[in-house]
């Protein structure tokens, strides 16, 4: 037998479905808004989460993943001499621009790394792709951005700066929603990409604190008609990261204090701590997780505000059937119950639908534009908490509605 509840809601079916299209409207709100939020902290990770370093050596003056200091590539001898460490890689973050075959411009963030080595893998990578990288200017590019690169399929060539550039392969699961495309290369092409047209001089002395370097750069007044071979990393070639694998059973701890002793100058990170406080910063120290949660909220007032309007309608319009069960001798418990039932049928109707809606658009969303509208288990959940207590929020005015029904307008003409 249909309960009440829903005879109230189905009685007048296009309002019935206008109010579930409010409902949907702000469910899909407030899950595409913490879905972008989650995926947009996630996406600025991916290349630290996609590394088996254990510990990240970085500047002193660091601000973010993508954002910091270099220092010369020597100091890698340093990082191996110190107890503990297995293996040390160089990471190399720059910039530049990309000229797609139609001459078109990108900014581009361009990651050097060993295609030898074993710490940095830049997503699914093949080896033919890893041995394809150590010819000369080459490049791998995620798949998403083949467009923004005007590039079409593995073998296609463009130019950063004024140097050749050849697509040797394409990876996926990469790029962050907040910076410049990514390019991954060898050491030795992502030091000529990034150096093009610069040359430097590093001059080091030695002071109470041990080796200080600095590296000067000056802008070349010639630059070859042909470009020459990339040469390998140079002692003052500048790099971001040194990459560090502990040997087995060392505690991180104090291996990260003897990095920051051997080398002055630099801080050491587990992964954890690069991942944590990479996503802090985006989440923190920038506006963008303020509007993201801005936005969510305006998503539960403007459901609120349909739910409640609906739900006192829908008593307005049937009081006379409260008051009769009043009359015959129901409780205001059995009166309330009529409508929180209500309520909660309209958040599930609502909250299904939203939420598939918004799984299909994040799909589409990651294919086409790398975009992550990431929906966990954990945040699906969070949703239907919130869009039940929408609704139950929204009956509290319907229920005082009702409490000041008199019984005796049954017996009045």
């Known amino acids: 037998m249909i309960s009440l509840a829903r005879k109230n809601l189905l009685k007048d079916l296009p309002r019935f479905l206008v109010a579930q299209a409010g409902i949907l409207f702000a469910v899909s709100l407030v899950t595409i808004q913490t879905g972008v939020l989650k995926g947009f902290t996630r996406s600025t990770t991916l290349l630290i989460q996609q590394s088996q370093a254990d510990v990240w050596v970085a500047s002193d003056n660091w601000v973010n993943f993508e954002l910091t200091e270099p220092f010369p590539y020597l100091l890698i001898r340093q990082a191996r001499q110190v107890d503990g460490t297995a293996q040390v890689e160089p990471l190399l973050i720059g910039s530049g621009r990309w000229f797609s075959p139609g001459n078109e411009l990108t900014t581009l963030r361009i990651f050097g790394f060993d295609p030898d080595g074993s710490l940095f893998r830049p997503g699914m990578v093949t080896s033919e792709g890893l041995q394809a990288l150590k010819q000369p200017y080459t490049a791998i590019i995620d798949r998403v951005n083949r467009r923004s690169f005007g590039i079409e399929s593995v073998g296609d060539s463009a130019r950063i700066r004024s140097l050749p550039v050849r697509v040797v392969g394409f990876t996926e699961d990469t790029q962050s929603m907040v910076s410049s495309k990514f390019v991954f290369a060898s050491l030795a092409n992502a030091s000529a990409y990034t150096t093009e047209g610069y040359s430097s001089e590093l001059t080091c002395q030695f002071e109470a604190g041990g080796l200080n370097c600095v590296n000067t750069y000056q802008r070349d007044q010639t630059t070859a008609a042909a470009p020459p071979p990339p040469q390998e990393l140079a002692a003052d070639t500048p790099v971001a990261y040194l990459l560090v694998e502990a040997a087995p059973g060392q505690d991180l701890s104090a291996l990260k204090q003897r990095l920051e002793q051997a080398i002055p100058g630099t801080r050491a990170f587990t992964r954890a701590e690069l991942i944590e406080d990479t996503q802090a910063y985006w989440r923190d120290r920038t506006g963008v997780g303020f509007v993201l949660s801005l936005g969510a909220v305006v998503g ?29 001798g129901a409780s205001d418990w059995d009166i309330y119950g009529v409508i929180v039932e209500q309520a909660l049928w309209m958040a599930i109707l609502g909250y299904i639908p939203g939420v598939a809606l918004c799984w299909g658009l994040g799909v589409w969303t990651q294919a086409s534009q790398g975009i992550l509208i990431w929906i966990t288990p954990v945040s699906a959940t969070g949703v239907l908490g919130i869009t039940v207590l929408m609704c139950l929020g929204s009956a509290t005015f319907a229920i005082q509605k009702v409490m000041r029904v008199d019984p005796g307008r049954v017996f009045k003409a």
Request: no cysteine; glycine share 4%; proline share 0%.
């Open 300 to 328: 539960v007032m403007v459901g609120m505000v349909i739910v409640a309007q609906i739900l006192y309608t829908s008593v307005s319009e049937h009081l006379k059937e409260f008051a009769t069960l009043k009359a015959i």
